[in-house]
């Protein structure tokens, strides 16, 4: 009997820890640190200490966490009205409103503090600034009442690449700037395919997303605009500024070029939702894959081998 209780207990326990965590929606963290360690290593030059790395991730951790836990308290009312959101903790009943903005707050302090002191006052001043902008201006005062919430929304999720920036450097250049602006770019065409697939739920709830007020032809056109913009901003890193080379402009290129073709599709058949989901799924493969080449770009070894190609060319020439 007491093993019996103690496994119930334990069960009860472990269903606790991940109400909570599902709070968060970590889904949408893993991209988030993708963009910040791009900036870090072009930042640190190939070069980033593996202590502020653990620190830095840690903090963007917590406050987008954060930032979510409040977004799922301010949004239980929609939440429990879509299918696709009924069974989060709080529309559940499996969190209380209180419990999870304590959560919440808990997390803020712990990433500010954890960036103040192991990074410097300006990663932790901006990562802080994501949450506000995300809670006060995307959830409170974008989401309901406007078709531009995620395009200004978007500067929320384009916050960590200057957080990254901030932490190596403790200040922001052009090229963190330019970071998060295709960070911000790249937004509207990933969250309007999604929002293309699931544009019943949103409706239904009253919210304003684009394919919801113009329909999925207007939609589609500004997926297809944003996406040329988006890839025409990632080269910008290569010139004028300088920030990476060669071999990140080839990966920005042939991810681009899909990102284009596929975006293309769409706009050839703005009603297909198996083409939306492509290009949704595409989408946040394309920005992960999009900071990987800028991390590789920035390695020493990867300028010693391109420096090597191009003197044995010399030699040939």
């Excluded at 308290?73 to 999870?100: C, F, L, N, W």
């Excluded at 690449?161 to 960070?183: D, E, K, P, R």
């Excluded at 990933?190 to 032809?217: C, E, N, Q, S």
Aim: net charge neutral; glycine share 6%.
């Amino acid at each position: 009997m007491i093993e019996t209780n103690v496994s119930r207990h334990h069960e009860t326990f472990l269903q606790v820890i991940q109400s909570y965590y599902q709070l968060t929606k970590p889904r949408i963290i893993p991209l988030l640190l993708i963009t910040t360690a791009g900036s870090m290593w072009i930042a640190a030059k190939g070069q980033v200490d593996p202590l502020l790395l653990l620190v830095t991730m840690t903090g963007g951790t917590l406050a987008a966490a954060s930032a979510q836990t409040i977004n799922c308290i301010y949004d239980r009312d929609i939440d429990y009205e879509m299918e696709r959101t009924r069974h989060r903790p709080i529309p559940s009943g499996k969190v209380q409103p209180r419990e999870a903005l304590i959560f919440a707050v808990a997390l803020a302090v712990i990433s500010f503090t954890l960036l103040t002191v192991f990074a410097n006052l300006l990663a932790a001043l901006l990562a802080f600034s994501g949450i506000v902008f995300y809670v006060l201006v995307y959830t409170h005062w974008l989401k309901r009442h406007s078709t531009q919430n995620i395009v200004i929304g978007g500067a929320a999720g384009a916050i960590p690449a200057l957080v990254g920036w901030a932490a190596v450097t403790g200040t922001l250049s052009w090229a963190a700037w330019l970071i998060f602006a295709i960070v911000f770019l790249w937004t509207p065409p990933h969250f309007w395919a999604l929002a293309l697939m699931i544009r019943d739920d949103y409706a239904k709830v009253g919210i304003p997303m684009l394919p919801v007020v113009v329909g999925d032809t207007a939609t589609v056109k500004q997926i297809w605009y944003y996406t040329l913009v988006t890839v025409a901003a990632t080269l910008l890193l290569v010139f004028p500024l300088h920030a990476s080379g060669i071999f990140y402009a080839a990966i920005a290129l042939g991810l681009g070029a899909i990102f284009i073709h596929k975006s293309w599709r769409l706009l050839q058949n703005p009603e297909d939702r198996t083409v939306a989901r492509e290009l949704f799924l595409y989408s946040i493969s394309y920005m992960m894959l999009l900071c990987l080449g800028m991390v590789i770009d920035s390695l020493p070894i990867t300028h010693n081998l391109i420096n090597a190609a191009v003197g044995q060319l010399h030699l040939f020439s």
